[in-house]
């Protein structure tokens, strides 16, 4: 299935039906006085997260939805009834903004969260309403509410606590397949990922993190270059970035320069993409014995003058990569301890503050 990660909706509530002017009329009751019904109440329309889709390719097709609008009133105070709300389901993820505002109304992290994109219009009163010992034969009514109407700007953003960086052909989607039940395409040639994947990584004792792997990263990718620069975005949830190195690249580039090139588009999309946590994976380690691995591995450590972890892994052969991913988890397992007691803290001052 083709990634869609953008679209473009219009979300229309449904209109309130509108307030009966109706006065009662039986045999031997004179003056019966007004028994006109209100009218019901518009649909609102509903955005709700369903963690069983990955995509917002459906709003391909239908990009307009209405909510039932409410039914008018009816003699002997009979109410209309209520227009059915819509329920639009969308990704988990899924950031939502006012297209011509760029307001945003929700972001939609959590399964089942439900969100109101557009509310119904309210039930017109009908003359039941206005009598009064001074106005006994009421003939107003009020007309039901037009129900809101909005544009909306879906932008899918994945949920996932790992993502896989670097250029074209540096390994990126042979170790997602390989630590994972991910089945991306895997070619000799650039750009064969062109869309995000996302793959479960599976650890003893019901252990488990969730890796995405974006389109490789070429050299002005921050300004438009390539295809990176359309999924970066979705680094920006991830807990930590793992950034695969080829050790001897096959276009003769240097790999110290290769990874500067990537930090630098890091940098000019967000600086808080940049300092996320971030581990050099060297990939490709099959192709050298372990002396020669480690003398590369070391020189370019020496060279980049940064004090960041690396690990040295082959993808292809799964060499080393159930290290990685038992380091990745202990990182991500102490991320969560600290984010439970942050949470608690933040619980307990909120109800101090109620109390």
């Not at 039914?71 to 993820?93: L, M």
């Not at 630098?264 to 192709?287: G, T």
Request: with cysteine; aromatic share 6%.
């Amino acid at each position: 299935m083709k990634f869609v990660d953008e679209a473009i909706i219009k979300v229309h509530a449904g209109k309130g039906g509108d307030g009966s002017a109706s006065f009662r009329r039986e045999k031997y009751v004179p003056r019966g006085g007004p028994d006109g019904g209100d009218g019901g109440r518009g649909g609102s329309v509903y955005l709700v997260a369903d963690a069983g889709l990955n995509t917002l390719i459906d709003f391909r097709y239908q990009t307009q939805f209405s909510a039932q609008s409410g039914a008018n009133g009816a003699k002997r105070q009979c109410s209309g009834y209520d227009g059915e709300d819509c329920i639009i389901t969308v990704p988990v993820g899924t950031i939502v903004r006012d297209l011509h505002t760029q307001e945003i109304l929700g972001d939609l992290i959590k399964p089942g969260t439900r969100l109101m994109v557009a509310k119904g219009g309210r039930r017109g009163l009908g003359n039941v309403n206005f009598k009064s010992s001074t106005n006994r034969a009421p003939r107003h009514t009020t007309p039901g509410g037009e129900g809101e109407s909005r544009e909306l700007h879906l932008e899918l953003k994945l949920l996932a606590e790992v993502g896989l960086l670097g250029l074209p052909n540096a390994g990126k989607s042979t170790l997602i397949s390989a630590i994972s039940q991910a089945r991306p395409k895997v070619a000799d040639y650039p750009f064969t990922t062109l869309y995000p994947h996302l793959g479960i990584v599976a650890l003893s004792g019901q252990r488990r993190f969730v890796v995405a792997d974006i389109p490789g990263l070429v050299p002005g990718a921050a300004l438009g270059k390539g295809l990176g620069v359309q999924f970066l975005k979705h680094l920006s949830r991830t807990t930590l970035l793992l950034h695969l190195v080829e050790l001897l690249p096959l276009d003769g580039s240097d790999p110290v320069e290769n990874i500067q090139a990537i930090e630098h588009e890091l940098c000019a999309f967000s600086e808080d993409l940049l300092q996320k946590p971030r581990w050099l994976v060297f990939n490709k380690i099959d192709c050298f014995t372990q002396e020669e691995a480690t003398k590369r591995i070391d020189d370019i450590m020496q060279r980049l003058g940064k004090d960041i972890p690396y690990f040295a892994i082959s993808a292809l052969a799964k060499t080393g990569t159930h290290a990685l991913c038992e380091a990745v988890m202990k990182h991500l397992q102490e991320n969560r301890r600290i984010y439970d007691v942050l949470q608690i803290e933040e619980d307990y001052l909120e109800t101090a503050e109620i109390e």
